[in-house]
């Protein structure tokens, strides 16, 4: 029950939330406009910058071979005002474009995982992370929304994953798999595996997306499945995809669960917790742990000194996330449970996202028919930046299996 304190708490963080989402935007658009009549002078010093970093800014494509196209001239004013958040809005709205987002995107994480500090220099990054970090919006009681893009529709989706299980995770490519749809394949036979399904088990599947690994363990190993996902268009997708599986699809918070469960698997799900909760989740996962139960996670980790998330991401695409530091994840997992093995896949994950780029670029005319080319510019973007992230090392993907505290036996080591 709630007390007087926690209701006081609550309703500071969400006069918090409603001022800096009403006030932020309105300090980013003076700035813009303090900012905008001093173009002349940006304009050469921002152009002097990149070439500085092997980035050729022009305002002409053709001919140019250039990295940066600006197409609208309010481009400076705009990106010294609001900085990386700016920069990718921008792109969404064609104030630039690049023949080649790829390897741009390559140059700028090579300059700033060389000079990590100037990321934070600027006071719009300290807006987003007191607005994004700190704030707990992930907190009980919170009106808690499903990320924009989960609610596109599914034939959205279809163009870029497997299609037959929808995945939308990293794939496990080192069984020998030579495409998208093998490689989700040999992720779900590894999780499998690493968790020892056997039938007559039951298993939660805690953000369960479109329900394509309930459907796989529940039809290939014969355990009974219950797939959790916030987002009501998923939770209906999945449904239907589940249909004749003994698979149960619920629309829950992982807050409202209960029961017990012999195997639990949180896929790329821990990130939308916030750090703030971690306790709590990790404290709600040991108690859904029947004796001798095991929880898999497939987990994103970043270095401790770079940024733990992108305003981009939290504003358009995923709703509220935030990416751990390993110890961010030890510590309070620790707590209530023990961990039993880990394994790195950032390998993988860097084979996963060349698929999504290669799928948005090759279906870019199917994706702009059904969601519009703003929605398409976003995804493009979106998947550029892990992809870059990920050659340098400072995003990086794990799958690590936890067990009881009270647990002793071994667990078997599945590659």
């Known amino acids: 029950m709630a007390t007087m304190q926690d209701t006081v708490y609550d309703g500071l963080i969400t006069l918090f939330v409603y001022l800096f989402d009403t006030l932020i935007p309105i300090f980013r658009k003076i ?22 970093i092997g980035i050729k800014v022009s305002s002409e494509m053709k001919g140019s071979h250039a990295d940066i196209c600006v197409l609208d001239k309010r481009f400076y004013a705009r990106l010294w005002s609001d900085q990386e958040l700016g920069f990718q809005e921008m792109y969404v709205e064609e104030w630039w474009t690049t023949e080649n ?38 907190r009980e009681g919170h009106n808690f929304s499903a990320p924009p893009e989960y609610d596109l529709p599914p034939a959205y989706f279809k163009l870029m994953t497997d299609k037959e299980h929808m995945q939308l995770s990293a794939g496990y490519y080192a069984y020998g798999a030579t495409n998208y749809a093998e490689a989700q394949v040999g992720k779900l036979t590894l999780i499998a595996a690493k968790l020892g399904l056997k039938a007559g088990m039951t298993l939660l599947d805690l953000g369960c997306g479109y329900g394509g690994l309930s459907k796989f363990m529940a039809d290939n190993y014969g355990v009974t499945v219950v797939g959790v996902t916030v987002c009501g268009t998923m939770a209906k997708q999945a449904r239907k995809h589940c249909s004749g599986s003994n698979v149960t699809i619920k629309k829950h918070h992982w807050r409202k669960l209960g029961g017990k469960f012999d195997r ?32 898999l996670f497939q987990h994103y980790v970043t270095d401790h000194n770079v940024p733990h998330f992108s305003e981009f991401y939290c504003k358009y695409q995923f709703g509220q996330v935030y990416f751990p530091s390993f ?81 002793k036996s071994r667990v078997p080591l599945a590659q």
């Not at 390559?106 to 994004?132: C, D, G, P, S, T």
Request: aromatic letters at 14%.
């Open 101 to 138: 987002m790829d390897a741009l995107y390559e140059k700028i994480v090579a300059f700033f995982e060389k000079n990590r500090w100037i990321a934070k220099a600027h006071i719009a990054y300290w807006e987003a992370q007191f607005r994004w970090a700190l704030l707990n919006t992930g």
């Open 31 to 52: 700035r813009f406009f303090i900012l905008l009549p001093f173009t002349p002078i940006l304009k050469p010093i921002t152009d002097y910058l990149f070439a500085s």
């Open 264 to 295: 639990i698997t949180v896929i790329e799900m821990l990130e939308h917790v916030g750090k703030q909760n971690y306790d709590e989740f990790f404290r709600k996962i040991e108690s859904l742990l029947n004796p001798g139960g095991q929880v």
């Open 327 to 407: 110890h961010e994840f030890v510590e309070p997992s620790s707590k209530y449970l023990r961990i039993a093995n880990t394994q790195d896949l950032t390998i993988d994950a860097s084979l996963t996202c060349q698929h999504y780029l290669d799928m948005v670029d090759n279906n870019r005319a199917e994706m702009e028919a059904l969601v519009g080319p703003k929605v398409w510019r976003a995804l493009r973007i979106t998947y550029a930046i892990p992809f870059a992230h990920g050659k340098f090392g400072t995003l990086m993907i794990y799958q690590t299996v936890l067990v009881r505290k009270d647990e």
